[in-house]
Nanobody, 126 residues
Framework: VQLVESGGGLAPPGGSLTLSCAAS????????MSWARRAPGKGAEWVAG????????YYSDAVKGRFTISKNNANNTIYLQMNNLKPEDTAQYFC????????????????????WGKGSQVTVSS
């Protein structure tokens, strides 16, 4: 299994960025996926999740209304569109694969995921 994030960088407060995660090595269309982040000096925080078929999405209260997760099963990629970025969004962002096929419970618990990407840094600063 490989998960490779891209698209991070520097954005001003109120700006936008889109993260991508290219997946390989497993039956992508059968697994739910999520994004999590880790800010300096803090533990991992689940951010957003999407079911295997892309029909249902879930968000933490911290990003609801600003971030959008999507899944393209044709090209084995998930995305995180981040709008109205805030300085507190500064973190390393990780792509996560859910551990069970065609199932998605306790999606906000990072322990329910069996593979993580290496991460992409997002910095929000003027």
């Amino acid at each position: 299994v490989q998960l490779v994030e891209s698209g991070g960088g520097l954005a001003p407060p109120g700006g936008s960025l889109t993260l991508s995660c290219a997946a390989s090595g497993f039956w992508f269309s059968q697994f739910a996926m999520s994004w999590a982040r880790r800010a300096p000096g803090k533990g991992a925080e689940w951010v957003a999740g999407i079911t295997h078929d892309g029909t249902n999405t879930y968000y933490s209260d911290a990003v609801k209304g600003r971030f959008t997760i999507s899944k393209n099963n044709a090209n084995n990629t998930i995305y995180l569109q981040m709008n109205n970025l805030k300085p507190e969004d500064t973190a390393q962002y990780f792509c996560l694969k859910y551990r069970l096929k065609r199932y998605f419970a306790d999606y906000d618990k990072v322990g329910e995921y069996d593979y993580w990407g290496k991460g992409s840094q997002v910095t929000v600063s003027s």
